[in-house]
């Protein structure tokens, strides 16, 4: 579909010769919008992160604490919901059950 794999690629992110700078909700994958439901609103879709795959709530974390989300921009992330809007949060905002609800803490 994208014939420029620089749209992979954030350029504030320094790391050389990765795939992607983004994550991608693996809970979310494959399902229709309306399965979802309100969770739409508040389901995370893709986030920066230093791999390419969340699937695991211990990964919804900082990268400085161990975690895959790389705050790279302001001390913060961009994230893109299920439901299609994006918008910048602090990582420690991101929440587990923003990936999964059975994610509780």
């Given at each position: 579909?994208?014939?420029?794999?620089?749209?992979?690629?954030?350029?504030?992110?320094?790391?050389?010769?990765?795939d992607?700078?983004f994550?991608?909700?693996?809970t979310?994958?494959?399902?229709?919008?309306?399965?979802?439901?309100?969770?739409?609103?508040?389901?995370?879709?893709?986030?920066?992160a230093s791999?390419?795959?969340?699937?695991?709530?211990?990964?919804?974390?900082?990268?400085?604490a161990?975690g895959?989300l790389?705050?790279?921009?302001?001390?913060?992330?961009?994230?893109a919901?299920?439901?299609?809007?994006v918008?910048?949060?602090?990582?420690?905002?991101?929440?587990p059950?923003?990936?999964?609800?059975?994610?509780?803490?």
């Amino acid at each position: 579909y994208a014939k420029n794999d620089q749209i992979c690629h954030c350029p504030s992110d320094s790391r050389k010769n990765v795939d992607t700078c983004f994550a991608y909700n693996h809970t979310a994958g494959g399902q229709d919008i309306d399965q979802i439901g309100e969770d739409a609103t508040q389901m995370i879709i893709f986030v920066d992160a230093s791999d390419h795959t969340i699937m695991m709530d211990m990964e919804v974390a900082p990268e400085s604490a161990g975690g895959k989300l790389a705050d790279r921009h302001n001390q913060g992330l961009n994230v893109a919901f299920v439901d299609g809007h994006v918008k910048w949060q602090q990582a420690e905002q991101v929440k587990p059950s923003m990936f999964d609800p059975a994610w509780m803490p």
